[in-house]
């Protein structure tokens, strides 16, 4: 049943149709609201049933107060679900399991269904083996679909069985660009009721889409599952930062350059868990691209959502990418009608404002392996010294930088560049007294019978990637622009980097062969390697050959040079240990000198066919330039034509043998998909919650351990505990593929948990990678016994002995993988503590039944004396029963704390005592399902 306490029931005529609205203006109190919240509002309003959704939770919106820290508990009913593939097959692996066992529960399987709309788009499985050649593009597709034929059959079989799921093909873009350009449309209708558009994404880069003014998030995969099963999301009412923009962009400066300062901005500001919210006059002057790019790295800063509201801005680009005029003309009368509409000069209610002039805006980079830590470009060579240099003090860097270049920098600018150096090399001064000072380790290699040297510093990948940066035609011309300006003068790329293009969509290519530049795109390297994430993602492919035997006999400190959102340790590449975000144009240019020790401002890039030196400034493109070809190769047709058959895919995925039925045929021989062991023995009510006693540490972790260090991500090494399952089990070396396409079989990926090369186990001093000590009675060195995470995880669940993870501030930053909670959950841990949570990993670890408990404030492992070679008993869990206590006592060893409890809603509580939400959602299923045993 539908209830209407707020009588807020009306309609809106739009040319020859009227709709069905929900009038947020008879609501007191909406006017004064921000963006965001509004439409949280409607979305309450359009669903309030007086049961999950309630008059109490209509009002805790509009009297929203904005001086505390959270509001009470609310649900959110997203209109759509969108996944990518890396999420996706996860979540239908756990779909076609919830049907089994509901069947062996006695229950109805099909049942077992989204009841939201779900768009999964396949764009997280190509690697970019082949590249700086013609056919790249058709090499690696083709190897795509050899390594992922059992995923992708699962998909078409899932896209047949259910209703309402729809896949989006390979080859085809990235999903948030995908959704931006197509699946998007700001405001829905069902039903004949108009509302507007809002998403929730198994990806944590979900809010690009808030460009357009739609509310959304990232979630884990674990999370987007129960949406897709109709389960809303309960949330508290957030805080909400209003961002003020003034000015305009200098030229030079880039919608990337514009991301990394607002990410560095925020960062700094602290805006975890909270919305974020664009106005002022500055706002008409960013164009939707840009807002897509600021929009995208909001897990970066650790946003829920960073939204911007609808504008003619919004019009031009639905217009422009192919919507019809009926569409576009239905979103301009609904916001303006329901209060949506930006007005420059209203000024909402918020929690706190902030302002950025983006006139001063200035060329950027990030790294070498936090997105936020953002170096200005006229000292990135200085501050790359310094980090070589083991220097990690601001002061260091700054009077680094002050005695090279005799400048005064900015402590800011200092502080931006304070990191830990990412090389255990010792500090050995250069012997030349140049301006730059840092260890040279100079390896001299043949490479196409031309000898050159590979150094500490010097760029290996450098990668237009990414949909942070790809939906953007203006960075993306300015890079093609820049490529056939450095062709022109005779420039060419250093041969010892990996060059590779992966756009968002094939619009982007679309307008490069439009616009003539694909040539000289390729003449640099920059061939097509696919549409899809891949360098981002880990799916960078193997380094050249030589320089990957010199850089690890060599132990040498390389870099890589991505248009990309993510630059953590490992992530990119296993032999690139500095990483850094920059934008297309300036991908392009240090493939050119092939290293970060040029300053791009200053020094040049090399010399053109004419003998004079060419520098940055001699061939970057002008804003001029870059709209000329925009405004002539960039036209809504592209679009149209592009997405015309979008659903269809090409001959190998029409051609794929599909099998049929309501539940799917497991293949016991499969090393792609199997069966997930989480609903094995399930009952029909949940077991008694009870304490965590002679717990076992398996990891002692530090700060900022994020969810690419938890969840297995990258390339499957042949001598890892992964490497070995697949390999006894036939699989060659050359396929072992990787995590990401392997993340349907769980024998994998538990694996690969905790197993990223660059994690720190504090419990096994002097190890990187999975390890840890095994206190079990199956290990077999007694306490000094150091093995993998995996195999000590076998040893104690044979045991039955429960596990427990120490770990410090923000822990589980990152992407929301739904296995950096899952992996842990099949490898017995059942609590972790920490200093502190990023959102969607809290969420995905009570996802699977894993209690989030908090040190008290200001302590932490090392604060009382904890090494991790305690047993643990968490006490107080019982009282979960009834409520969530706000702490449980932990003792760990001979010391005793109170753990304070990050269960922090009714609904997270039901999840837990559950043993997962995937377990509560299934049980209200069964109590549904006209066959359950208890009608």
Same mark, same amino acid.
């Given at each position: ?22 009038? &947020? ?109 013609? +056919? ?78 739609? &509310? ?83 897990? #970066? ?35 303006? #009608? ?34 936020? +830590? ?25 009077? +680094? ?5 005799? #400048? ?190 040029? /300053? ?44 015309? +058959? ?109 197993? /990223? ?173 006209? /066959?359950?045993?208890?009608?």
């Amino acid at each position: 049943m539908i209830s209407n306490s707020f009588d807020a029931r009306g309609e809106l005529t739009v040319g020859d149709s009227t709709y069905v609205i929900h009038r &947020l203006d008879r609501v007191h109190g909406s006017a004064n609201l921000p963006y965001s919240l509004k439409v949280l509002l409607e979305n309450l309003l359009r669903n309030e049933d007086g049961r999950v959704v309630t008059a109490e939770q209509i009002d805790a919106v509009a009297n929203w107060d904005p001086t505390v820290a959270h509001g009470s508990e609310v649900v959110f009913t997203p209109a759509r679900v969108l996944m990518q593939d890396y999420t996706g097959i996860p979540c239908v692996v756990d779909l076609v399991a919830m049907r089994d066992a509901m069947a062996q529960l006695g229950g109805d399987p099909l049942r077992v269904n989204p009841l939201v709309p779900t768009d999964l788009v396949i764009d997280h499985s190509v690697i970019a083996d082949v590249f700086a050649q013609r +056919d790249s593009f058709k090499i690696n597709a083709e190897r795509e679909f050899r390594r992922n034929g059992e995923r992708y059959q699962l998909l078409r079989w899932a896209q047949q069985a259910f209703t309402d799921f729809s896949v989006v093909p390979p080859d085809t873009g990235i999903c948030h660009q995908v959704n931006l350009e197509y699946l998007a449309s700001v405001v829905m209708v069902r039903d004949g009721v108009a509302y507007p558009d809002t998403v929730l994404g198994a990806d944590s880069h979900t809010p690009m889409v808030n460009s357009l003014g739609i &509310l959304g998030w990232g979630v884990g995969g674990i999370e987007a599952e129960a949406a897709m099963l109709g389960q809303p999301m309960g949330i508290l009412v957030p805080p909400v930062l209003g961002l003020k923009l003034t000015g305009e962009l200098p030229a030079g400066s880039t919608a990337t350059d514009l991301v990394l300062t607002v990410a560095e901005l925020l960062r700094h500001t602290g805006v975890v868990g909270k919305f974020v919210e664009f106005y002022g006059p500055g706002v008409a002057n960013v164009p939707l691209a840009n807002r897509a790019t600021i929009g995208n790295m909001t897990p #970066e800063y650790g946003a829920t959502c960073t939204i911007f509201p609808i504008d003619q801005v919004t019009l031009d680009y639905l217009r422009l990418t192919g919507r019809s005029e009926q569409q576009i003309e239905l979103v301009e009368a609904y916001a303006r #009608e329901q209060g949506l509409w930006h007005d420059p000069s209203h000024e909402p209610t918020y929690s706190q404002t902030i302002e950025l002039d983006l006139s001063t805006v200035e060329p950027s980079v990030a790294g070498p392996k936090r997105p936020h +830590d953002r170096i200005p470009l006229r000292i990135a060579p200085h501050a790359v010294a310094a980090l070589l240099s083991g220097r990690s003090q601001a002061e260091a860097v700054a009077a +680094d930088l002050d005695e090279a270049s005799g #400048e005064s920098f900015p402590a800011s600018d200092a502080v931006a560049i304070e990191r830990d150096s990412p090389t255990d090399q010792p500090h050995r001064p250069c012997t030349c007294h140049g301006e730059h000072d840092w260890p040279r380790n100079p390896v001299p290699t043949t490479l196409h019978d031309t000898e050159v040297t590979i150094d500490n510093g010097d760029v290996v990948i450098a990668a237009i990637t990414s949909c942070t940066n790809t939906s953007n035609p203006s960075v993306m011309i300015g890079a093609g622009l820049l490529a056939k300006k450095a062709v022109e003068r005779g420039l060419s790329r250093k041969p010892w980097v990996k060059t590779t293009l992966a756009p968002g969509s094939r619009v982007v290519t679309d307008y490069y062969e439009r616009a003539g530049l694909t040539p000289y795109l390729d003449k640099l390297g920059f061939n097509l390697v696919g549409y899809g994430c891949t360098t981002c993602i880990g799916n960078s492919g193997p380094l050249i050959p030589e320089v990957s035997k010199a850089v690890t006999d060599h132990d040498l400190t390389v870099c890589s040079v991505l248009s990309g959102n993510r630059n953590f340790e490992g992530r990119i590449h296993s032999e690139t240990k500095m990483n850094f975000l920059a934008s297309p144009p300036l991908v392009v240019a240090y493939s050119l000198v092939g290293t970060m020790h040029v /300053n791009l401002l200053n020094d040049p890039l090399g010399t053109g066919s004419d003998g004079r030196p060419v520098y940055l400034r001699d061939i970057w493109p002008s804003t001029k330039e870059i709209a000329e070809v925009m405004d002539t190769c960039l036209q809504a047709d592209m679009y149209t034509k592009g997405y015309a +058959d979008v659903f269809v895919g090409d001959e190998r995925w029409q051609g794929m043998d599909v099998p049929e039925g309501e539940s799917f045929d497991w293949d016991d021989a499969s090393t792609y998909v199997r069966r997930p062991p989480y609903f094995d023995s399930m009952s029909i009510e949940p077991e008694p919650l009870v304490d965590i006693t002679g717990a076992r540490v398996l990891a002692l972790l530090g700060d900022s351990v994020t969810t690419d260090h938890i969840s297995p991500a990258g390339a499957i090494k042949r001598d890892s505990p992964a490497g070995a399952y697949l390999t006894h089990r036939g699989v060659q070396a050359q396929d072992l593929s990787s995590y990401g396409s392997r993340r349907g079989n769980h024998e994998v990926m538990i694996r690969g948990t905790f197993a /990223n090369v660059h994690l720190r186990n504090q419990l096994a001093p002097g190890t990187e990678g999975g390890f840890t000590r095994d206190f079990s009675d199956g290990a077999t060195g007694g306490e000094l016994s150091v093995t993998t995470i995996f195999e000590a995880s076998e040893h104690y669940l044979a045991a039955g002995t429960p596990l427990v993870v120490l770990a410090g501030k923000d822990y589980g930053a990152g992407s929301s993988r739904d296995w950096g909670a899952k992996g842990p959950s099949l490898l017995g841990v059942r609590a972790v503590i920490a200093e502190s949570y990023e959102r969607i990993h809290r969420s995905n670890l009570i996802g699977m039944g894993v209690l989030p408990l908090e040190f008290p404030v200001g302590e932490n492992a090392a604060s009382l004396g904890l090494n991790g070679q305690e047993v643990v008993d968490i006490t107080g869990v019982t009282a979960l029963q009834g409520a969530t206590p706000e702490r449980v006592n932990v003792r760990a060893g001979d010391v005793q704390f109170d753990a304070v409890v990050r269960i922090d809603t009714p609904r997270e509580f039901e999840y837990y005592r559950n043993g997962g939400i995937l377990h509560y959602v299934l049980r209200q299923l069964f109590d549904a399902s006209p /066959n359950s045993s208890r009608h």
